[in-house]
């Protein structure tokens, strides 16, 4: 099996997983009700390391356009609901994920 991506936005959770078989969790900040997370299947399209600004360490692009999975500049911010619609992550899990996952990957976003 492939790995995958689960994001739960009820639950502000990022899973890997390997076909059936979870490898890691991660907590995730995701999008203001005025700008939420979009629903849907997507892929991670490229990687940025270092891109400056609010993303942190890194930014990982998804296939919807102006959106990703990226660090941030602010830690206090994960668990809660204050991005423009972005999945956000501490600096040290987007690169622990960065580093497990290919472009192509696919990410599943739900409630």
Avoid: E
């Avoid at 990022?14 to 979870?22: A, H, I, S, V, Y």
């Avoid at 296939?63 to 809660?80: F, V």
Wanted: net charge positive.
């Amino acid at each position: 099996m492939a790995k995958w991506i689960n994001v739960s936005t009820l639950r502000h959770q990022l899973k890997l997983f390997d076909g059936n078989r979870l490898i890691k969790s991660y907590p995730v900040a995701i999008g203001k009700i005025l700008s939420p997370t979009p629903a849907g299947t997507y892929t991670i399209i490229n990687k940025q390391h270092n891109p400056g600004g609010p993303f942190g360490v890194l930014w990982m692009g998804l296939s919807k356009p102006h959106y990703g999975i990226h660090g941030t500049n602010n830690p206090a911010s994960i668990g809660k609901n204050v991005s423009h619609g972005c999945i956000r992550m501490f600096n040290h899990d987007v690169l622990d994920l960065s580093s497990r996952v290919q472009v192509g990957t696919p990410v599943v976003i739900h409630k």
